[in-house]
Nanobody
Framework: QVQLVESGGGSVQAGGSLRLSCAASGYTYSNYCLGWFRQAPGKEREGLAAIDSDGSTSYGYSVKGRFTISQDNAKNTLYLQMNSLKPEDTAMYYC??????????????????WGQGTLVTVSS
């Protein structure tokens, strides 16, 4: 059974940094896309960053240049380094996995596996 477990959320002041982690277990596909998404209250879920199994990365416009996605294959862990955080970054952050590349380009509702989310709060 595939499981994704996020951690690393918390409260931070504007301008600060956080690193989110997503531990994956039971995911053995050779081709995959791993992505980070977020959802603020009353808003649609937003794709932030994704990494395909060939190592290529993609970013959403709102976080490009501030957030960095990476993975440690030995630890089966996905990361999201978030710098220069803004109050508008406040949201629940989720990681997701799918067997098809380019998960930021597709409707998030059809991605195969989701974690439970970790809350990030940025105060001004």
């Amino acid at each position: 059974q595939v499981q994704l477990v996020e951690s690393g959320g918390g409260s931070v002041q504007a301008g600060g940094s956080l690193r989110l982690s997503c531990a994956a277990s039971g995911y053995t596909y050779s081709n995959y896309c791993l992505g980070w998404f977020r959802q603020a209250p009353g808003k649609e879920r937003e794709g932030l960053a994704a990494i395909d199994s060939d190592g290529s990365t993609s970013y959403g416009y709102s976080v490009k240049g501030r957030f960095t996605i990476s993975q440690d294959n030995a630890k089966n862990t996905l990361y999201l380094q978030m710098n220069s955080l803004k109050p508008e970054d406040t949201a629940m952050y989720y990681c997701a996995a799918d067997r098809v590349w380019g998960c930021l380009l597709r409707d998030y509702r059809y991605l195969e596996v989701w974690g439970q989310g970790t809350l990030v709060t940025v105060s001004s």
